[in-house]
């Protein structure tokens, strides 16, 4: 593989960084993926990849053809494809086709919500209400007063008045003797016990704070709740299926309907013929001694929207597909690292070189000039750019750029400043040789070992920069396909999981590849290689 490098140590580096297998595996995949990324319009793209149309091709992917090439008198702009396959001249000719890609989704293409199959099923959740009631006693614990303590006397309101509590509910000590301080005018913390009444049911009893006043109270609250269990917590579905135009229960839960009153069965069924049309409030209905609260809802789609057939990752806020905008996300992450990265390098190299070489003044000169450059606020600077020149990729790579070549200057002039007064050079001087060719073709290359060491780990540095300016809105202008951008819209939607989800993985894969390529390519340069530390 390596007989056309005739560098014997470029070989022998070449060789111990493919014997560091994960990294080289690394350095494939990362390869892969970015050459899939170029070719991205053939994978992900709403436009045909073919065109066959009274016995002429067409290519729409690679050329621009305006809608009046497939319908006489059409515009001249570029014609909605998948709305001109349903045309008669290609829905009823055979001859007449179309080739999508394999997801035939744009980057920048909103899907239509009609085209997502959703149930049109509408389903009623019965949530159980804990039954609530407050009752206010004298001093022989009567009642004076009462609401909604039916479900706790066991029988109709009106025939607890005037009763002793005690008789009808199981008061514990604990709250006989916070009522009668209250009767005594004394302070009073708040209580609540639990007690269990004659039905067997858990029931718990809350006295408020009470200060004391001017005159005793002629009367005491207590406010009673009913404890539910786990099982009894749980909410009931009624699904309805429409069948014939009318609505009916198709689910287990549909047992409970019998046990509605018949004004209540014709309130929910007409509710939830409602919600076909529009949203309904929910509402409560009783049965069997106990409240629900009726919530009644029906799958609609509304971005972003989950994964469903055609749309593996799901659909992000703006109804784009989120697989089509990670795959042009990677082309445009690893293009604008390494773009950035080449850039800055060759930049940090130069400077590098010329403060090594010369030293001296210049030297000085420079590495305070530098050093006030590297003070300035790089987000700062960008925000300003952005608002006076809008934002855009060519001048994202420009200011970045403008500041990460500092690094890398750094290592190439301390390089120059050790390689300057070896014997190769002194005699390079000697023989009349120009001071670039000294400085680019003599000693340069003996100094790259910082540069190539330093290049994968600078590449993830500039893909994690890019998604973390995208996020923060300082980066790509929408919209631009970027994997900060959908991180942006999970946070603005935190529970659509796949928008940060599949991001993420995306951005940690390759940083991650990066990591390993930059450990194997220091493997690769490092003149202790079997050197371990004790």
């Known amino acids: 593989m390596f007989y056309r490098i005739k560098n014997p140590v470029t070989r022998k580096r070449l060789a111990r960084f493919k014997e560091v297998r994960y990294a080289w595996i690394s350095f494939l995949i990362l390869c892969g993926l970015y050459l899939i990324s170029l070719g991205a319009e053939l994978i992900c793209n709403n436009k045909p990849l073919l065109v066959r149309f009274q016995g002429r091709s067409y290519f729409p992917v690679f050329f621009f053809y305006p809608e009046e090439t497939f319908v006489k008198g059409g515009r001249k702009t570029r014609p909605d494809y998948k709305a001109l396959a349903g045309i008669p001249e290609f829905r009823d000719d055979p001859s007449n086709f179309m080739v999508f890609a394999p997801i035939p989704y744009g980057p920048y ?3 239509d919500p009609a085209s997502i199959p959703v149930s049109k099923d509408v389903t009623a959740r019965l949530v159980p209400m804990p039954a609530v009631g407050s009752v206010n006693v004298d001093r022989t614990f009567s009642i004076v007063r009462f609401r909604a303590f039916e479900s706790f006397a066991g029988g109709p309101e009106g025939a607890v008045l005037g009763k002793d509590l005690r008789k009808i509910q199981p008061l514990t000590p604990g709250i006989i003797e916070a009522v009668k301080a209250r009767f005594e005018n ?9 007690i269990q009444d004659e039905s067997g049911r858990t029931v718990q009893v809350f006295l408020s704070r009470f200060e004391p006043r001017k005159a005793p109270p002629k009367s005491v609250r207590l406010i009673f709740r009913e404890m539910l269990s786990s099982s009894e917590e749980k909410p009931v579905n009624i699904r309805f299926a429409q069948k014939n135009g ?19 069965r014709t309130r929910l069924l007409e509710q939830a013929q409602n919600r076909l049309l529009g949203p309904v409030e929910p509402f409560f209905l009783a049965a069997q001694g106990r409240r629900f609260r009726v919530e009644i809802f029906k799958e609609e789609v509304r ?25 042009y996300g990677l082309r445009t992450s690893l293009t604008f690292g390494l773009l950035l990265v080449a850039g800055s390098m060759a930049l940090g190299i130069f400077a590098g070189a ?5 030293g001296g003044v210049l030297d000085i000169t420079a590495q305070r000039i530098i050093e006030i450059w590297s003070a300035l606020p790089f987000l700062y600077i ?21 500041f990460n070549w500092i690094g890398i200057s750094y290592y190439v002039r301390g390089e120059f400043l050790r390689l300057r007064r070896q014997a190769f050079v ?6 009349g040789i120009s001071t670039p060719k000294i400085l680019f073709r003599h000693i340069l290359p003996n100094a790259l070992v910082p540069v190539i060491t330093f290049f994968p780990f600078s590449l993830v540095g500039a893909i994690g920069a890019l998604a973390a300016l995208d996020y923060l809105g300082f980066g790509l202008p929408p919209p631009t396909p970027s994997w900060g951008e959908l991180l942006f819209q999970a946070q603005q939607y935190r529970w659509a999981w796949w928008l940060i989800l599949y991001p993420s993985c995306a951005l940690f894969t390759v940083m991650l590849l990066g990591v390993f390529i930059g450990e194997g390519v220091r493997n690769a340069y490092d003149p202790k290689r079997y050197a371990r530390m004790e």
């Not at 004394?186 to 639990?194: F, G, N, R, T």
């Not at 002194?426 to 023989?431: G, L, Q, V």
């Open 109 to 111: 293409e909103s899907v």
């Open 354 to 358: 010329v403060q090594g070489y010369y």
């Open 303 to 327: 971005f972003p929207y989950p994964s469903v057939e055609g749309h593996w990752m799901g659909i992000d806020a703006a109804g784009r597909d989120v697989l089509a905008r990670i795959l």
């Open 246 to 264: 009318t609505l009916d229960p198709v689910e287990d839960g549909s047992a409970l309907m019998p046990v509605f009153s018949p004004e209540d």
């Open 382 to 402: 960008m925000i300003l750019m952005g608002s006076v020149y809008g934002r855009s990729f060519s001048l994202l790579l420009f200011c970045y750029g403008l």
């Open 426 to 431: 002194e005699a390079a001087r000697c023989m």
């Open 186 to 194: 004394e302070p009073a913390p708040l209580v609540s016990e639990k």
